[in-house]
């Protein structure tokens, strides 16, 4: 049977700037896979957030209706109610404009505003959930209480029709369980992973003026404290003693790239680190591509999309055991896996693996084993999100 056409809000709290900060851009986001995904099966789709510097060439975009709010207020007391508020008057003036939707769904902290109008109009809504960081606080209250946990913490306990959780390792399964969200409304998904295309490596280094015998270690992430860039950065004085034929490029934007660069300009690195900034999805993958090392040692977990996207490209993995990035690489098998309170030994474990070509492919091909197993490509896990949607709205319209 047809399904019917259906009318979707998506709702994220982030302006279009920060998508383009982040490694991968509008495009190459999860979000933009779903929202495509939808378009492609013949829903109209309806992408709202705050607004920000960055011109929208296009209201719609690759057919789908962008929609950008007053910005929230940057005093941290004040962000909250003020996103709500201009969200839910300009999302008031959308459903005005194109009628009422389906369903709403709504990312992060997005998932009390898309509740709201959920009731307001009867309809279903959907919480999404990138990855959390409420795990080593729920035992200790007083961490608690920062803005930023207590607005996670909203978004667990806001109800909804279904709530989806990536699967990243921060163990955001767990979180819903002790906060009590009903274990049916839980779909705990992994990204998908998207396979480089073939292209000329050689030519591509030549490009970048970094000569075929040098070996590439690689760091792709958002540029934050916690995504842990700098102990990389910090380690580098010791690998290029060791191996001076390595250089590290840094894929990624945001608020420490400033400090990092800094760091980097005080051991004295910038002949060994690259800070590209943001760089388009299809090349991050030709970077990877030509990686011989992926480096991340991020305090929640490392089990990212990039870590994915390296492992499903060959490349060699050595990253630290936090979160649940121990169930996914395998010491010595997969990658080389570091214990997180104690990185005395990464410096090492990179040299080991520039100078060792035999563990640089043991590894890289147990990496890539894993991943053929494991991992689902963005159709089939874009397809599964949007099963659930239409079954949702299936279900309301009986």
Same mark, same amino acid.
């Given at each position: 049977?047809q399904?019917?056409?259906?009318?979707?809000?998506?709702?994220v709290?982030?302006?279009?700037?920060?998508?383009?900060?982040?490694?991968?851009?509008?495009?190459?986001?999860?979000?933009?896979?779903?929202?495509?995904?939808?378009?492609?099966?013949?829903?109209?789709?309806?992408?709202?957030?705050?607004?920000?510097?960055k011109?929208?060439?296009?209201?719609?975009?690759?057919?789908?209706?962008?929609?950008?709010?007053?910005?929230?207020?940057?005093?941290?007391?004040?962000?909250?109610?003020?996103?709500i508020f201009?969200?839910?008057?300009?999302?008031?003036?959308?459903?005005?404009?194109?009628?009422?939707?389906?369903?709403?769904?709504?990312?992060?902290?997005?998932?009390?505003?898309?509740?709201?109008?959920?009731?307001?109009?009867?309809?279903?809504?959907?919480?999404?959930?990138?990855?959390t960081?409420?795990?080593?606080?729920?035992?200790?209250?007083?961490?608690?209480?920062?803005?930023?946990?207590?607005?996670?913490?909203?978004?667990?306990?806001?109800?909804?029709?279904?709530?989806?959780?990536?699967?990243?390792?921060?163990?955001?399964?767990?979180?819903?369980?002790?906060?009590?969200v009903?274990?049916y409304?839980?779909?705990?998904?992994?990204?998908?992973?998207?396979?480089?295309?073939?292209?000329?490596?050689?030519?591509?280094?030549?490009?970048?003026?970094?000569?075929?015998?040098?070996?590439?270690?690689?760091?792709?992430c958002?540029?934050?404290?916690?995504?842990?860039?700098?102990?990389?950065?910090?380690?580098?004085?010791?690998?290029?003693?060791?191996y001076?034929?390595?250089?590290?490029?840094?894929?990624?934007?945001g608020e420490?790239?400033?400090?990092?660069?800094?760091?980097?300009?005080?051991?004295?690195?910038?002949?060994? !680190?690259?800070?590209?900034?943001?760089?388009?999805?299809?090349?991050?993958?030709?970077?990877?591509?030509i990686?011989?090392?992926?480096?991340?040692?991020?305090?929640?977990?490392n089990?990212?999309?990039?870590?994915?996207?390296?492992?499903?490209?060959?490349?060699? !993995?050595?990253?630290?055991?936090?979160?649940?990035?121990?169930?996914? !690489?395998k010491?010595?098998?997969?990658g080389?896996?570091?214990?997180h309170?104690?990185?005395?030994?990464?410096?090492s474990?990179?040299?080991?693996?520039?100078?060792?070509?035999?563990?640089?492919?043991?590894?890289?091909?147990?990496?890539?084993?894993?991943?053929?197993?494991?991992?689902?490509?963005?159709?089939?896990?874009?397809?599964m999100?949007?099963?659930?949607?239409?079954s949702?709205?299936?279900?309301?319209?009986?």
């Amino acid at each position: 049977m047809q399904k019917r056409k259906l009318r979707i809000f998506v709702i994220v709290p982030w302006p279009l700037s920060l998508y383009i900060e982040k490694q991968k851009g509008l495009v190459g986001s999860s979000e933009y896979n779903l929202l495509s995904g939808l378009v492609n099966k013949g829903h109209e789709v309806h992408f709202i957030m705050p607004d920000s510097d960055k011109t929208i060439d296009s209201k719609k975009f690759n057919g789908i209706h962008i929609h950008e709010f007053r910005r929230p207020s940057s005093v941290p007391i004040l962000s909250f109610f003020s996103f709500i508020f201009f969200g839910l008057l300009d999302a008031l003036k959308i459903v005005k404009e194109y009628s009422k939707p389906d369903v709403f769904y709504g990312a992060n902290i997005a998932a009390i505003l898309s509740y709201i109008l959920g009731k307001i109009h009867r309809k279903p809504n959907i919480t999404r959930v990138f990855g959390t960081m409420l795990v080593p606080y729920l035992s200790h209250p007083l961490g608690m209480l920062r803005r930023e946990r207590v607005e996670e913490f909203l978004v667990f306990k806001t109800p909804c029709n279904y709530m989806i959780i990536t699967d990243d390792g921060t163990k955001g399964n767990e979180v819903a369980k002790m906060l009590k969200v009903q274990e049916y409304k839980v779909k705990f998904w992994r990204n998908g992973v998207d396979l480089a295309q073939p292209f000329d490596k050689r030519k591509f280094k030549r490009t970048l003026n970094i000569s075929v015998d040098t070996k590439i270690i690689i760091v792709v992430c958002r540029l934050e404290r916690w995504k842990g860039v700098y102990r990389i950065i910090e380690a580098m004085p010791n690998i290029v003693a060791r191996y001076e034929k390595a250089i590290l490029l840094i894929i990624g934007d945001g608020e420490e790239r400033a400090s990092l660069e800094e760091l980097s300009s005080k051991l004295v690195m910038g002949k060994f !680190i690259r800070f590209l900034g943001s760089v388009q999805h299809n090349d991050v993958l030709k970077y990877l591509s030509i990686a011989d090392v992926f480096a991340s040692l991020q305090d929640y977990s490392n089990i990212s999309l990039s870590l994915m996207e390296a492992m499903m490209n060959g490349v060699p !993995i050595v990253v630290s055991d936090s979160g649940t990035t121990g169930g996914v !690489i395998k010491n010595g098998e997969n990658g080389l896996l570091l214990p997180h309170d104690d990185l005395k030994g990464f410096p090492s474990a990179i040299i080991n693996l520039l100078e060792n070509k035999r563990l640089r492919a043991k590894v890289a091909d147990g990496a890539k084993d894993y991943a053929i197993k494991h991992f689902m490509t963005w159709d089939k896990r874009i397809g599964m999100e949007i099963d659930l949607i239409e079954s949702l709205c299936e279900e309301v319209d009986e």
